[in-house]
């Protein structure tokens, strides 16, 4: 199984990207996905997770500015980010759990990580 995120890019502040994680090879369908993001010297964080019925969870910092999607036919998930700030600068990644914040608090124990995707804001 391989998992791919992309959609990243370089925007200016207030402007809006749209990320997309594909999971190659499983569909993970009745997983709980979540978003993550890393910044040098810091522990990557869980930032938005969808539960196979919809449920969102959205940690403070991104709250109100990002939506988490998921196509389960696609086996795709998506992560809409609006009025973007400096402080989301970071890399990307998503990763499927088996119940929805089991890997935000102990992201280490998941050993599948894509190659993440680039989220550059300036302001």
């Known amino acids: 199984v391989r998992i791919v995120e992309s959609g990243g890019g370089s925007v200016q502040a207030g402007g809006s990207l749209r990320l997309s994680c594909a999971a190659l090879?499983?569909?993970?369908?009745?997983?709980?996905w979540s978003w993550f993001r890393q910044t040098p010297g810091k522990e990557r964080e869980g930032i938005a997770s969808?539960?196979?019925?919809?449920?969102?969870t959205y940690a403070d910092s991104v709250k109100g500015r990002f939506i988490v999607s998921r196509d389960n036919t696609k086996t795709s998930v998506y992560l809409q980010m609006n009025s973007l700030k400096a402080g989301d600068t970071a890399m990307y990644y998503c990763?499927?759990?088996?119940?929805?914040?089991?890997?935000?608090?102990?992201?280490?124990?998941?050993?599948?990580w894509g190659q993440g995707t680039q989220v550059t804001v300036s302001s």
């Open positions: 990763a499927p759990e088996a119940y929805c914040g089991r890997l935000w608090a102990r992201p280490g124990v998941f050993t599948g």
């Open positions: 969808i539960d196979v019925d919809g449920a969102t």
């Open positions: 090879g499983d569909t993970y369908s009745e997983y709980c």
